[in-house]
Each structure stands twice: as C-alpha cells, then as structure tokens.
C-alpha cells in the first residue's frame, strides 16, 4: 500500500529534510504548501516541484516562533491532508552560559508551533476520515543531552506528545509519526555552531524521508520510527542503561 497525499504543508522546506520531503511528495503526486523564513529558497523550490512534476506548490513564508502560527496559517492557507511539521533548531552550550532569548526562540520553533500546527490542522484531517501527521523528532529525545539541554528536551516533548496523538487520531483513519533522524547532512550543524553535537554516522535527509515514508505505507503506521538501524539500536539501547550513566555518556558523547 503506497500514501498518496493530494496537498500536504511542509515546515522548514527551504533546506534538507524539509525540502527533501516536499521532493518526495510531490513525487507521490501532491500539491505542496511550502513553509519557511526564507522566501526565496521557496520560491526556487516551489518552481522546481511544478517543473518536474506538475505539481502546484504554494508559498507561505513565515516566522514559527511567533504565538498563534497554527491558526494563522490554517486561515491562509486552508486544509492540509499531510502535515510535515520538520521545522527547528538547536543550539550549544551550558544552560548557565546561554542566550536566554535565543532558548525561547527553540522552544517556541521546536514545541509551540508544531503543537499549533497540528491543533490547526488535525480537525479537518478527522472529519475527513484520512490524512496523516509527521513530528520530526530526534534521537536526542532518548535521553537528557548535557550541553544541548533544551533542544533534548524539545525533541522528548515532541516524541511524547506525537505519540499520545497518534492514540488521539487512530479510530479516525488519520495517521500520527514522528520520525528521530540522528545526525543528518543538513544545515542544522551550522545554526548549532559546532560539529562536536553530532552523534553516530550521518544520514542524507532522503534517508529520513524514506523512513518516515515507508512507515506511512504500512498498513498499520506505528507511532514512531527511528531512521537508522544504528541509530535504533542506540535508542533502543537507553532502555536499560541506569539514568546516571546515560547522561554521563551523552554529556561526554556532545561535548558543551
């Protein structure tokens, strides 16, 4: 069984495993909303995507870290039936030693606009009967992650909540993933500022987009993938480690 959506909305699209999951819709044959800062990136994608596959791909610049985005975006640009919330960053360094501001902002990009995203856009998803919600987690959502606090935590919510949607949206023939890539050759390094936070061997954002895709094929889409067989075992690995020892490690391992 192969998901075939028909317009799905991608946050984060300028750039790697956003614009690599707008390819590979468009690709399926559906239309695109593409959502991101950087409207020229967009416009570029966007012309791309109707070349190649004679899709219609719309863009909505906008900035995630302001309060409300959800419903403001609904508003523009009506219902979706895939959701790609992919959209965050993360930054580097000993909470004592960090940005105040710039936390806030990660919060505000990493949990409150995806929560307002799928608020937004899940109700016509389930009058619908079908449609699906992708959260781009993290293997840094496995354990606390010294050094890189916030964005571990970020990422935990993100597992969390998707997860407890996906129980929320089942009995309605929607479906709910979220997706931990571990480390990805994207631009994510570059806004975090060091290449110490990278953890394993580095996947492609199409590697990512494959994962999460076969996962919406299957007849049954669990709640959550990881994308990687390292990077599986790894998480799945945390289970059994004691609480002290895995954050010593993963404070060793992303070193602040």
């Known amino acids: 069984m192969s998901f075939t959506p028909t317009r799905s909305l991608v946050t984060g699209a300028s750039s790697g495993i956003g614009a690599a999951f707008a390819r590979a819709l468009a690709a399926r044959g559906s239309d695109l909303v593409l ?10 994608l966007a012309a ?12 909505a610049p906008a ?28 930054t580097h360094g000993l909470l004592a030693d960090s940005d105040l501001a710039k936390l ?16 937004a856009y899940l109700p016509d998803q389930l009058a619908a009967g079908h449609g699906a919600v992708v959260n781009i987690a993290s293997t840094a ?7 890189m606090a916030v964005y571990g935590a ?29 480390a990805t050759r994207t631009e994510f390094f570059d806004v975090v500022g060091t290449p110490s936070a990278a953890v394993g061997r580095f996947q492609t954002p199409e590697d990512v987009v494959a994962t999460a895709l076969r996962a919406l094929d299957a007849r049954r889409t669990p709640p959550g993938v990881v994308s990687g067989r390292a990077n599986a075992m790894t998480a799945a690995m945390t289970r059994f480690l004691p ?8 404070g060793r391992l992303v070193s602040a």
């Open 35 to 44: 959502v991101a800062r950087r409207e020229d990136r967009l416009h570029a």
């Open 48 to 59: 791309e995507l109707h070349s190649q596959y004679g899709v219609t791909a719309e863009v």
């Open 63 to 90: 900035d995630l870290s302001r309060s409300g985005i959800g419903p403001e975006l609904r508003e523009r640009t009506g219902p979706v039936d895939t959701l790609i919330n992919n959209a965050g960053f993360a």
């Open 104 to 119: 806030e902002d990660e919060i505000h990009v990493d949990v409150r606009a995806l929560v307002s995203l799928t608020g």
């Open 141 to 147: 959502s496995f354990q606390p992650i010294p050094g």
């Open 154 to 182: 970020a990422k935990a919510f993100v597992r969390s909540f998707t997860e407890a949607v996906w129980h929320e949206a089942r009995p309605h023939g929607v479906k709910v993933l979220s997706v931990s890539p571990g």
């Open 243 to 250: 609480q002290r020892m895995l954050i010593d490690l993963s």
